[in-house]
């Protein structure tokens, strides 16, 4: 009989456990307790969860409810928002069901004129980006946006959000950050400790438990007895696999990439996709006035929404050695236009530093499976 490894049984406890959250968030509600639904990376946590709210990401990774969704929206729009209004308008997201208000924000077209639409389903207050991450100009306008979101959290919940409740929940989040940091960093051993489809799995149940100060330590301990687990020998991914950064588009409905790479022979190393390594970049700065820290720390965030997108384009260059990379491949959802054009600035990063890129476009049906093992094999074939 084969002995379950260590890690196996990490793995399988926290696959049990990924649907705690929606259980999480119920009882919450039923006990009185706000829910704030979120989309993006922008929605600043600390705020929210200083105004006593839960803030849950809303369910956006699903085939299922386009078709309801283009009754209202065109076929020809990108598959997240086409997924993000149909979740809501059939009533199929239980975040979206328990949730009392959405905090939304103007990254893309498509998103702030289906925000307009989702707001007959629900309280919603739209932050409105700046379209430069540069100059005083930026900041002044990005620093107004919490000021005005911190006011309407305090009116949504009869609440007054001080300095000191800010600082606290930046000091947790920050916690939370730096366990998660120390989670990707498994796949900087060689060969990594875990594969991406593992990484991905802890992550998801991370960004979905919403008791932070129990997962927190959870998470340390988790890293800590796969490392152990490691330095005792034990190996899930081969040492010659090439090293695989995914970037782009929040990936999602989209993990049938993820797939076609490791079912290949190949291991996900790095994502710098929103949900991955890409907020974690610096930590909010705990030694400033809370809303000052905020503002910089979520201004910097690098979203292709962002002209020009230097955050972006600098992280991406220190994953690529960090992670010692071997290739880089790139999502981009079918009409996400942002990421579209950033690609070519991208494939001239990527292959200045001697590494091969692949672009793939994509959406959220099965229909291009077959054709993304193909050219995913092509491509790690060259390397």
Not at 142 to 159: I, M, N, P, Q
Not at 176 to 205: F, H, N, V
Request: some cysteine.
């Amino acid at each position: 009989m084969k002995r379950v490894s260590r890690i196996d049984e990490l793995l399988a406890d926290v696959e049990a456990h990924l649907k705690d959250g929606v259980l999480q968030v119920k009882e919450a509600s039923e006990k009185g307790r706000p829910i704030v639904g979120t989309y993006c990376t922008f929605a600043p946590w600390e705020l929210i969860t200083a105004a006593g709210a839960i803030p849950a990401t809303l369910c956006a990774r699903g085939e299922d409810p386009i078709t309801a969704a283009e009754e209202h929206l065109p076929r020809n729009l990108c598959p997240l928002i086409k997924s993000s209004y149909g979740y809501a308008l059939t009533d199929k997201c239980p975040y979206f069901h328990f949730c009392d208000m959405v905090i939304a924000e103007s990254t893309c077209d498509g998103k702030k004129k289906m925000y307009e639409l989702m707001s007959r389903m629900k309280p919603l207050h739209l932050m409105m980006l700046p379209q430069t991450a540069e100059g005083d100009g930026s900041r002044s306008a990005w620093r107004a946006e919490l000021d005005r979101l911190k006011d309407g959290l305090e009116r949504a919940f009869d609440v007054s959000i001080d300095d000191g409740a800010i600082s606290e929940r930046i000091s947790l989040r920050n916690r939370e950050r730096l366990a998660l940091k120390s989670l990707w960093e498994l796949s900087m051993m060689d060969p990594p400790a875990i594969t991406g489809k593992e990484q991905y799995l802890i992550s998801e149940y991370c960004e979905f438990h919403f008791h932070k100060e129990e997962l927190v330590p959870w998470l340390e301990n988790l890293v800590s007895q796969i490392r152990e687990a490691y330095d005792l020998g034990e190996r899930r991914v081969g040492k010659d696999a090439p090293r695989i950064l995914i970037t782009g588009c929040p990936l999602g409905g989209a993990q049938k990439v993820i797939h076609a790479i490791e079912d290949a022979g190949a291991v996900v190393v790095c994502y710098e996709n929103c949900g991955g390594v890409k907020e974690l970049g610096f930590l909010v700065d705990e030694d400033r006035p809370p809303m000052e820290a905020l503002t910089d720390k979520y201004l910097n965030v690098g979203c292709s929404v962002m002209t020009p997108n230097t955050s972006r384009m600098d992280n991406l260059k220190n994953l690529i050695e960090s992670y010692n990379v071997d290739g880089v491949v790139e999502v981009v959802l079918q009409a996400c236009h942002t990421y579209a054009v950033e690609t070519y600035e991208v494939r001239e990063l990527v292959r200045s530093t001697g590494r091969p890129y692949m672009s793939v476009e994509t959406d959220y049906s099965k229909s291009d499976i077959g054709q993304l093992a193909t050219r995913i094999g092509a491509f790690l074939e060259m390397l």
